[in-house]
């Protein structure tokens, strides 16, 4: 006789209610086996994939802000009060108080390089900010480093204007 063929005699040996009591317990360890590696796995897809979409719409947001506040902008930009980039730039650090800090000023190809062996950093952050506003000089380089001074940076600087579009 055959495995199948004593599974089958011992299935007919026994009584219905056994039958019953076998056929229910194969239908648990089926169903349990089918939740472990099938639906759990879904569910903890899906509560993945909607943290992941949540990031994913906030992020798309963040950009849409982004994206609005540069047209925003190009649209309230100002023309640089000055068609000299290096008169501009010494016009602007004149006015923010901080001629006595510059050690150099040159311009050359487009660009206004800038070195202040010692000055405030936030100084130099609000310095950066006007030239940016009123002149439409932008940082293209720069070298800051620490000073033992605390707040105070070492800055070497190249400023540019931004193409004409």
Do not use: C, H, K
Not at 5 to 14: F, G, K, L, T, V
């Amino acid at each position: 006789m055959t495995l199948g063929a004593n599974a089958r005699d011992a299935w007919m040996r026994i009584s219905p209610r056994e039958r019953w009591l076998i056929a229910l317990g194969t239908l648990l360890v089926v169903g349990a086996i089918g939740y472990a590696f099938g639906w759990e796995p879904v569910v903890r897809d899906l509560v993945a994939s909607r943290a992941a979409l949540r990031d994913t719409q906030g992020r798309i947001r963040q950009m849409r802000d982004a994206t609005d506040e540069i047209a925003g902008l190009e649209r309230e930009a100002r023309a640089p009060r000055s068609a000299d980039a290096r008169a501009a730039a010494e016009q602007v650090i004149s006015s923010a108080g901080l001629r006595g800090e510059l050690t150099a000023i040159t311009a050359a190809e487009g660009r206004v390089r800038i070195t202040f062996a010692a000055v405030e950093f936030a100084r130099l952050a609000a310095l950066l900010e006007t030239l940016g506003r009123e002149e439409q000089l932008f940082v293209v380089e720069a070298l800051i480093a620490a000073r033992v001074v605390p707040g105070s940076v070492r800055a070497e600087l190249a400023l540019a204007r931004p193409p004409a579009r």
